[in-house]
């Protein structure tokens, strides 16, 4: 049973920082593509960053580019994401994912392409 459990979420002022993670449980987390999602009030999921099996490709949403750093470390099975300077509009609830199946090529940017969710983490932004 694969299960991924995300922390570090919080309220912060705009322009602070925070680091989410998300550790993953039930398979062998070196195979598998993750990635970051978030959801605010009233908005479908929208991608935020993906990270290859060991970390040699990533991408961004151009939201938040140079903003954001995702990070893996495969000896902890646990995904990261570095958030800095934090805006109001970056207030979402974040998610971490994976798909079902090993990825060879390419990168996964729809929240269609990923079978497993964490719960959540709330991130508020005040201004």
């Known amino acids: 049973q694969v299960q991924l459990v995300e922390s570090g979420g919080g309220l912060v002022q705009a322009g602070g920082s925070l680091r989410l993670s998300c550790v993953v449980s039930?398979?062998?987390?070196?195979?598998?593509?993750m990635a970051w999602f978030r959801q605010a009030p009233g908005k479908e999921r929208e991608f935020v960053a993906t990270?290859?099996?060991?970390?040699?490709?990533?991408r961004y949403a151009d939201s938040v580019k140079g903003r954001f750093t995702i990070s893996r470390d495969n000896t902890k099975n646990t995904v990261f994401l570095q958030m800095n300077s934090l805006q109001p509009e970056d207030t979402a609830v974040y998610y971490c994912?994976?798909?079902?199946?090993?990825?060879?090529?390419?990168?996964?940017?729809?929240?269609?392409?990923?079978?497993?969710w964490g719960q959540g983490t709330q991130v508020t932004v005040s201004s």
């Open positions: 039930g398979r062998t987390f070196s195979n598998y593509v």
């Open positions: 990270i290859s099996t060991w970390g040699g490709g990533i």
């Open positions: 994912a994976t798909p079902e199946a090993a990825q060879t090529i390419g990168f996964r940017f729809r929240s269609d392409q990923y079978n497993y």
